[in-house]
């Protein structure tokens, strides 16, 4: 009997996307897609231009970036073609974002728990105390000791760590089609990290598509599926993690691996 493969269904598509900021570019006809229930991985140096893809694909670029070329597509809607507030709503919902640096993401005035509550009441219809057990049970999967105390916490109030976990909570409560995670666990240390891996592992599992950008290889080769290799803005390599890390044939992922090993 033949036994189909299922199709690879790309929920992301980013297209030919080119970036400058006062005439310098910053990403060149970068290319690749995010295929639904996967994680890929966006690898590169830093400086690469990781976040400034993240921020693209989110609607965030700060004014002084322009893109000159290209299109992202998620689910087959080119998001340029949303308005700010479509958008807005398309954070949290279908798209989140694990941000690099959570203190800046947070904002310094309100609780940890009212932040994640914002989510919950721009996208679901859950009440106030359906809203309130759904944000202690996210704050404890992200393995935040005493979520009642950590809800009533304001960002500056937890460690770096914890301020982490508390913004993959934030990212996932809505159930998002999308995770974009931008080194999630480098405030973290080790056992911390396996486990918030074990996480992002189940999060696949629950049917959320990650887009794991990271430095570390380790990470990379235990958790994701795809990877996207950049250097200096543009793709250089793109792939399954196996075939990547096996045979890895452009310059700059072959010194990668053996900086690695
Ligand atoms: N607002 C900005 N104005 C000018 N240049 C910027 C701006 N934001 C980013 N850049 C430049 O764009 C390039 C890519 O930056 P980006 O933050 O995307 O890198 P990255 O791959 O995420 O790096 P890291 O691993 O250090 O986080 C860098 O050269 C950076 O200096
Ligand atoms: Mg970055």
Redesign the pocket.
């Given at each position: 009997m033949t036994r189909f493969k299922r199709p690879m269904k790309p929920l992301l598509e980013v297209n030919d996307l080119t970036i400058q900021?006062n005439q310098q570019l910053?990403l060149h006809n970068v290319s690749f897609k995010v295929v639904q229930g996967r994680i890929t991985a966006l690898v590169?140096g830093?400086?690469?231009?990781?976040?400034?893809i993240a921020s693209a694909i989110l609607g965030l670029l700060?004014p002084?970036?322009e893109v000159t070329r290209g299109q992202i597509l998620f689910e087959h809607k080119n998001l340029s073609l949303l308005n700010k507030e479509q958008m807005r709503l398309m954070r949290g919902s279908s798209i989140a974002m694990v941000f690099?640096e959570p203190l800046g993401a947070f904002n310094p005035l309100m609780t940890i728990g009212q932040q994640i509550d914002e989510v919950l009441e721009i996208h679901t219809k859950l009440h106030k105390d359906q809203r309130w057990h759904k944000i202690l049970d996210v704050l404890s999967r992200v393995e935040l000791p005493n979520p009642a105390e950590v809800y009533h916490r304001y960002p500056h109030q937890l460690s770096g760590g914890q301020r982490q976990r508390a913004m993959i909570a934030q990212a996932v409560v809505a159930h998002p089609k999308l995770i974009i995670a931008d080194?999630p666990t480098s405030n973290l240390d080790v056992i911390l990290q396996a486990r918030i891996m074990d996480l992002f592992r189940r999060f696949k599992r629950e049917g959320m598509t990650i887009l794991l950008i990271s430095?570390d290889l380790g990470m990379v080769s235990h958790l994701a599926d795809d990877v996207v290799i950049l250097d200096k803005g543009q793709v250089v390599e793109e792939g399954s993690v196996n075939a990547v890390m096996k045979h890895p044939k452009h310059t700059y992922t072959q010194r990668l691996m053996e900086a690695f090993q």
């Open positions: 900021v910053l590169g830093s400086g690469s231009g990781k976040t400034t700060p002084a970036l690099q080194e430095h």
